[in-house]
């Protein structure tokens, strides 16, 4: 029988005297396994602690993490279970955080990125620790960083590192977080945008994250002046369906349903037409009265028909007012009760992407883009 015991390995002396010193005076910790080197931060310097293996590397550097966690935490068996399973759940004791940048685990790191209480000089020693786009976007999640000094480098770092992503859903986050006030200049914010002319997915990031300043405005519809002027009086007294139904007629309202328009040719994956559907959603959720997710098309139409054939007092004025624009609404309220709910019987029986998944969604895009379009005064 084969014995399960593993066999004792120990740091060689000198190894585990400067590992020591080290701990001692480091801010945090790195271990680069292909030179079998252990970095300290201090500060702004770096401390650096060559290793002499007296085993295979990959059990010494077990070894090493071992030794790391014993003595910063008190783990002689390593990084702790319990805090492995909490890591991505931002559960981890704020008191905990420094200390988990010190024991060279990846996973420790992630810790300290998802924490609520991460501040600027955690942020800088995880950093250094682990420049990874994924550390960068946890980090961007906190609106205590996108304040601090480390949201402009991190939000940089993304940029850069954008052309190569290869997830739709990281493009889609990396776009919405980098578009967050102060972080980019109005050149890098441009040439994004101008990026997502043949990246679409880019501008879907553009309408989850400013969806009312979005580059190359729009002119508003030319009924705009006739519309402002019945349903002015109602939106000043906060008749919601006033409020938005100028706004869709105005600059911004026409610029998000362009882009929106232009996205939904050709959506790239699930997750594209899920964040594309939901962020038209929210745009006009104002006008929404069914809170349920409604997972079909004709349920949503069916909706918004119930909705103009009896309608409540405010929907009653504003229809009284633009009589002319009752397909605008319809529209409207169609477009209200949008989001990825309407695909999910379809991503349900299928993982297609591409042409093929487009083909498969028509029953959903074709109504989408016409109400849309409706709005656009182009259909």
């Known amino acids: 029988m084969k014995s399960s015991r593993r066999q004792n390995v120990e ?22 396994e292909g030179a079998m080197t252990v970095y300290g931060l201090n500060g702004e310097q770096e401390m650096k602690v060559p290793l002499n293996p007296t085993c295979r590397s990959d059990k010494y550097l077990t070894c090493v993490r071992e030794t790391l966690a014993a003595v910063v935490l008190d783990s002689p068996g390593g990084y702790p279970v319990f805090l492995r399973r909490w890591t991505r759940m931002g559960q981890v004791d704020n008191e905990q955080l420094d200390r988990l940048l010190k ?26 620790v682990a420049p990874y786009s994924e550390h960068a976007r946890r980090m961007l999640e906190r609106p ?27 493009i889609l986050d990396t776009v919405r977080l980098v578009l967050q006030p102060d972080l980019l200049s109005e050149e890098r914010r441009l040439r994004l945008w101008e990026a997502g002319r043949s990246r679409k997915t880019y501008r879907v990031g ?12 729009m002119q ?46 050709r959506p790239a994956d699930q997750e594209v037409v899920g964040a594309l559907l939901n962020a038209i959603g929210r745009y006009l959720a104002a006008a929404r009265r069914n809170p349920e997710q409604l997972r079909e098309i004709e349920t949503v139409q069916e909706q918004a028909e119930s ?28 477009l ?11 991503f349900a029986l299928s993982d297609a992407i591409g042409t093929v998944m487009r083909k498969k969604i028509e029953p959903v895009t074709t109504p989408v883009n016409r109400a849309v379009s409706i709005l656009r005064a182009t259909g």
């Open 11 to 32: 740091l060689s002396s000198e190894d585990a005297l400067r590992l020591n010193v080290l701990i001692a005076n480091a801010e945090a910790v790195r271990i680069d």
């Open 103 to 128: 024991i060279g685990e990846p996973e420790a790191v992630m810790a300290v990125v998802c924490s609520p209480g991460l501040d600027n000089e955690l942020a800088r020693r995880a950093w250094w």
């Open 144 to 170: 205590q960083i996108v304040r601090s000094e480390m949201g402009r480098i991190l939000a940089e770092h993304l940029v850069e590192h954008l052309p190569f992503e290869t997830e739709h859903r990281d």
């Open 206 to 217: 553009f309408l989850e994250a400013v969806p009312d300043d979005l580059p190359e405005p």
């Open 220 to 265: 508003a519809r030319h009924d705009l002046a006739a519309a402002q002027t019945a349903l002015g009086p109602l939106a000043e007294a906060g008749n919601p369906y006033a409020v938005l139904l100028l706004k869709l007629l105005d600059s911004s309202g026409q610029t998000f349903l362009a882009v929106a328009l232009d996205a939904l040719r």
């Open 307 to 334: 909705m103009l054939s009896e309608p409540d007092e405010e929907l009653a004025a504003v229809l009284a007012a633009v009589p002319e624009l009752q397909t605008e609404l319809r529209a409207m309220l169609e």
């Open 336 to 346: 209200a009760h949008i989001d990825e709910g309407v695909v999910i019987p379809v």
